[in-house]
């Protein structure tokens, strides 16, 4: 760890520095920060995440809705998707389940938000699905809502890590999931090698070079290194209050889908 920061989230050196990326900063600046890079990128997020997969993360987030595991009868499913304002998530779900089913889509970023409206609107969701403006950290929903929660390449971009994922818990309803897929420590020797080499050579020249903005590239690749290997991130799903806790690693860790569920 090269910044001295903790790599959970939460401060490095004292209560007021946190990692943005290898680099520390003030706490209270991170979440502008972080808002900045997903301004910078939000009309091409998709993108990004094919550059940072090389196109795996369709697969992974396919996986991620078969275990959401939405209902295909009309009985009454209602999902939330963290920092999902593209609406990749959600509609993936929407269109795996039946006529009960239904999304809110919350995300901090308007940028992201107005990207995921346009998509939303263009697959004929817009019943189903509704978009919130609001931080993973203080969400603004009432306790015991949600039967699921999902969070996609977003909770190494909080702050306050374990904070949402105590929110998460607040939200669901007794029985409910919370589903996590987010980039992770590699595991298997030799591809790890190449997957560094992929992240820190490839990724911020194509961001440079496809967007025009290799700064936020660079952030994103140093914001993987610095989210927890997951048996950590586990241990603080287990801290947040859900039983059951569990992962699967999806090509070698490059990701890996938590779950945890409220009992």
């Known amino acids: 760890n090269p910044t001295g920061g903790r790599g959970d989230g939460t401060a490095g050196n004292d209560d007021n520095s946190t990692s943005f990326g290898f680099e520390e900063v003030p706490r209270d600046d991170r979440q502008g920060m972080v808002n900045r890079v997903f301004s910078s990128v939000a009309e091409r997020y998709d993108l990004m995440n094919d550059l940072m997969s090389a196109g795996m993360h369709r697969l992974w987030k396919e996986d991620l809705v078969t275990q959401i595991n939405p209902p295909k009868s009309d009985a009454m499913f209602r999902l939330l998707d963290v920092a999902g304002g593209t609406g990749d998530i959600a509609m993936r779900t929407m269109k795996r389940g039946g006529l009960g089913c239904s999304a809110v889509i919350c995300d901090i970023s308007p940028e992201m938000l107005d990207v995921g409206q346009r998509r939303v609107a263009d697959a004929g969701l817009a019943d189903q699905v509704d978009l919130v403006e609001a931080n993973a950290e203080t969400l603004p929903f009432d306790d015991r809502r949600f039967d699921a929660y999902s969070i996609a390449f977003g909770i190494r971009n909080v702050t306050d890590i374990p904070r949402a994922i105590r929110?998460?818990?607040?939200?669901?309803?007794?029985?409910?999931?919370?589903?996590?897929?987010?980039?992770?420590?590699?595991?298997?020797?030799?591809?790890?090698?190449?997957?560094?080499?992929?992240?820190?050579?490839?990724i911020p020249r194509l961001g440079q070079m496809a967007a025009n903005d290799k700064h936020s590239y660079q952030y994103l690749v140093e914001s993987i290194r610095k989210f927890p290997p997951q048996h950590e991130f586990a241990d603080m799903v287990r801290a947040a209050g859900f039983d059951n806790v569990s992962y699967r690693n999806l090509t070698g860790g490059i990701a890996a889908i938590h779950s945890g569920w409220k009992i």
């Not at 420590?185 to 992929?198: E, G, I, S």
């Open 167 to 202: 929110e998460a818990f607040r939200v669901l309803k007794p029985g409910g999931h919370f589903l996590c897929l987010e980039f992770s420590k590699c595991t298997v020797p030799m591809l790890d090698r190449l997957y560094d080499f992929h992240s820190f050579e490839v």
